[in-house]
């Protein structure tokens, strides 16, 4: 499809589990983004990839989240030991690098619920 | 990013006009403005985005105040699929550190039929 893609739609683990959890971009986008987003709450800036740099991983909240970009194209967002309090949908958006103020396509998410 | 306030909530009625005001008092000249929506059960999307000037697209209508201070997105005659959380959102021009953009808690826009 033409748009952003993320995997699984749905996800339900244990409390202690590891996740993954998969974006891939639109083609040609070089800059990808993954937000989470509580019940209710605004959107909570995780990390940001830009071509070759190195990421931004100024949001992700604790050590145990972690991601990373293959080939400037799809991302995985893996949380280790996961936790009550990481349940949310997690966001994933690209946009063309080409112009700052270009507009951010998100894919529709994936829910995660940690038992 | 310059913070933003937005109402917590707003209702209209179906093919009425809306006006979703935000303020961004502490703007500054190269921030610009943009607004996504984000449908029930969807990622956020793209609505509209500007500067100085009042933008049009097919979408909706963005007013800016003449100080930037506050801007107005306008819904020209609502439907029901215009139903979503709208988010105002103000950035700098020039990069630096992620330039991802802050998402607040938005307005959610309830529209009646």
């Known amino acids: 499809g033409a748009g952003v893609s993320q995997s699984p739609s749905n996800k339900v683990t244990e409390k202690g589990k590891d996740v993954e959890l998969r974006c891939d971009p639109i083609?040609?986008?070089?800059?990808l983004y993954w937000y989470r987003q509580s019940l209710g709450q605004g959107l909570e800036f995780l990390i940001y990839?830009?071509?070759?740099?190195?990421?931004?991983k100024s949001g992700l909240p604790s050590d145990r989240f972690s991601a990373e970009r293959t080939g400037g194209s799809v991302s995985t967002l893996t949380i280790q030991r996961t936790q009550q309090e990481d349940s949310a949908v997690y966001l994933c958006?690209?946009?063309?690098?080409?112009?700052?103020?270009?507009?951010?396509?998100f894919g529709e998410g994936s829910r995660l619920t940690v038992l | 990013d310059a913070k933003t306030t937005q109402p917590n909530s707003m209702e209209s009625n179906e093919e009425e006009p809306v006006h979703l005001p935000c303020n961004h008092s502490?703007?500054?000249?190269?921030?610009?403005i943009h607004w996504y929506r984000q449908l029930p059960s969807q990622g956020p999307e793209y609505v509209i985005h500007?500067?100085?000037s009042n933008v049009n697209n097919r979408m909706a209508s963005l007013a800016i105040a003449e100080d930037r201070k506050s801007s107005t997105l306008i819904l020209h005659r609502a439907t029901l699929r215009d139903a979503a959380v709208y988010y105002c959102?103000?950035?700098?021009?020039?990069?630096?550190?992620?330039?991802?953009?802050?998402f607040g808690k938005g307005t959610h826009l309830i529209i009646q039929p």
């Open positions: 958006a690209s946009r063309h690098a080409g112009t700052f103020t270009g507009e951010l396509f």
């Open positions: 990839f830009q071509g070759n740099s190195a990421p931004d």
């Open positions: 500007g500067l100085t």
């Open positions: 959102i103000s950035r700098p021009s020039s990069g630096g550190g992620a330039d991802g953009l802050t």
């Open positions: 502490t703007i500054s000249g190269t921030d610009y």
């Open positions: 083609s040609g986008h070089t800059a």
